[in-house]
């Protein structure tokens, strides 16, 4: 059965660090694109990142360029997104997904989600 689960999540002051993990079983990561959404309370759900097949490329929402960066781990068939520089308006759940050989900004192109991990920045 294909799954994805996510972990790293937690509480961190604002201009801190997490990295955030994205561990596929039951199939190979490196056979997808692989996005990162994140949903804030009362919000949609928005586009963070993604890392395609194809070539590697990477693409990150505008307000995350140059504190979020995405990668991936084919050994361990896991995808990760390290995220500094951290902003309270960064708070929400931390969703990854599967699609494709190519990334998209939107969410309802991919098929396989993971259940979620909860990021809060807070002092």
């Known amino acids: 059965q294909l799954q994805l689960v996510e972990s790293g999540g937690g509480l961190v002051q604002p201009g801190g660090s997490l990295r955030l993990s994205c561990a596929a079983s039951?199939?190979?990561?490196?056979?997808?694109?692989i996005g990162w959404f994140r949903q804030a309370p009362g919000k949609e759900r928005e586009g963070v990142s993604c890392?395609?097949?194809?070539?590697?490329?990477?693409y990150y929402a505008d307000s995350m360029k140059g504190r979020f960066t995405i990668s991936r781990d084919n050994a361990k068939n896991t995808v990760y997104l390290q995220m500094n520089s951290l902003k309270p308006e960064d708070t929400a759940v931390y969703y990854c997904?599967?699609?494709?050989?190519?990334?998209?900004?939107?969410?309802?192109?991919?098929?396989?989600w993971g259940q979620g991990t909860q990021v809060t920045v807070s002092s």
């Open positions: 039951g199939f190979t990561l490196d056979y997808y694109a």
């Open positions: 890392i395609s097949n194809s070539d590697g490329s990477t």
């Open positions: 997904a599967a699609r494709g050989v190519l990334c998209s900004s939107l969410q309802y192109d991919y098929a396989y």
